[in-house]
C-alpha cells in the first residue's frame, strides 16, 4: 500500500515557542494533502486541506494564522503550529489520497504527539 | 454537513467471537473507508467500499449505499484487533474525509 510519513511522531515544546511537523508521501505524488487532530479518546477532526501551489484550506473555526500549512512540493506538506500552548497538546495526522480507477483512497501518517508544556 | 454515526461505541469480545460495527450517514457518498487505529495511534486502511461487500482474511465489510449504513464484520477475533475502528466518508471536494466518533473494540485472551 502507499506510505505516509511524519516527522517528528512526539514533540515536547515550552510554550510560546513554534513547532513544525512535516507530513511526506513516500512512493506516490499528492496535490492535496489534509491535517487532522485528535485528541485523546476523540476522533478525528480535518483542520485544512493544503494544496500544492496555493493556499490552504481551512475548516470553520481553525485558526489560519496559528496553524500554518506550506506545501512546498508534490510530496511534502508542513504544518506548523505558531505560538503554540497547551491547549494545543494533541494528537495530529495528516493523510494524501492515493488516486485509483475507482476513486480515492486516503492514507494516513502514523502521527505526531505534540505536548506543549 | 454529512453526519456519521458508528455503533456500538464500545465493545468488548473474548477471543475468538465474531462482532459486528455498524456506519450510518446521512447523506448520499461515492466512497467509504474502515480504519482500524491502532495502539501506537497509526490508522490501518481496512476497506475502500462505496458499495458491495468486500472481504480480507477474517474481515469483511458491506456498505449498502442507497440505506446510507455499513458494516464491518470481525471474526474469530485476536486480541490484535484491539483499537478503535473509524468509517470516514467525503465531504465537499477534495475528498475531505469525515469521521465517525468510531467503535472501541478490546478483545480479551
Known amino acids: 500500500g502507499a506510505v505516509v510519513s511524519q516527522h517528528p511522531s512526539w514533540v515536547i515544546c515550552k510554550s510560546g515557542t513554534s513547532v513544525k511537523i512535516e507530513c511526506r508521501s513516500l512512493?506516490?505524488?499528492?496535490?492535496?494533502m489534509f491535517w487532522y487532530r485528535q485528541f485523546p479518546k476523540q476522533s478525528l477532526m480535518l483542520m485544512a486541506t493544503?494544496?500544492?501551489?496555493?493556499?490552504?484550506?481551512?475548516e470553520q473555526g481553525v485558526e489560519k494564522d496559528k496553524f500554518l500549512i506550506n506545501h512546498a512540493s508534490l510530496t511534502l506538506s508542513t504544518l506548523t503550529v505558531t505560538s503554540a500552548h497547551p491547549e494545543d497538546s494533541s494528537f495530529y495526522i495528516c493523510?494524501?489520497?492515493?488516486?485509483?480507477?475507482?476513486?480515492?483512497?486516503?492514507?494516513f501518517g502514523p502521527g505526531t504527539r505534540l505536548t506543549v508544556l | 454537513g454529512i453526519q456519521v454515526e458508528q455503533s456500538p461505541p464500545d465493545l468488548i469480545l473474548q477471543e475468538g467471537a465474531n462482532s459486528t460495527l455498524r456506519c450510518n450517514f446521512s447523506?448520499?457518498?461515492?466512497?467509504l473507508q474502515w480504519f482500524h487505529q491502532n495502539p501506537w495511534g497509526q490508522l490501518i486502511n481496512l476497506f475502500y467500499?462505496?458499495?458491495g461487500t468486500k472481504q480480507n482474511g477474517r474481515l469483511s465489510a458491506t456498505t449498502v449505499a442507497t440505506e446510507r449504513y455499513s458494516l464491518l464484520y470481525i471474526s474469530s477475533s485476536q486480541t490484535t484487533d484491539s483499537g478503535v475502528y473509524f468509517c470516514?466518508?467525503?465531504?465537499?471536494?477534495?475528498?475531505?474525509?469525515?469521521f465517525g466518533a468510531g467503535t472501541r473494540l478490546a478483545v480479551h485472551p
Open positions: 493523510s494524501a489520497p492515493l488516486p485509483l480507477r475507482s476513486g480515492d483512497t486516503q492514507y
Open positions: 467500499i462505496p458499495s
Open positions: 493544503s494544496n500544492e501551489g496555493s493556499k490552504a484550506t481551512y
Open positions: 447523506d448520499s457518498v461515492n466512497n
Open positions: 512512493d506516490f505524488q499528492a496535490t492535496t
Open positions: 470516514a466518508v467525503p465531504s465537499g471536494g477534495y475528498n475531505k474525509l469525515i
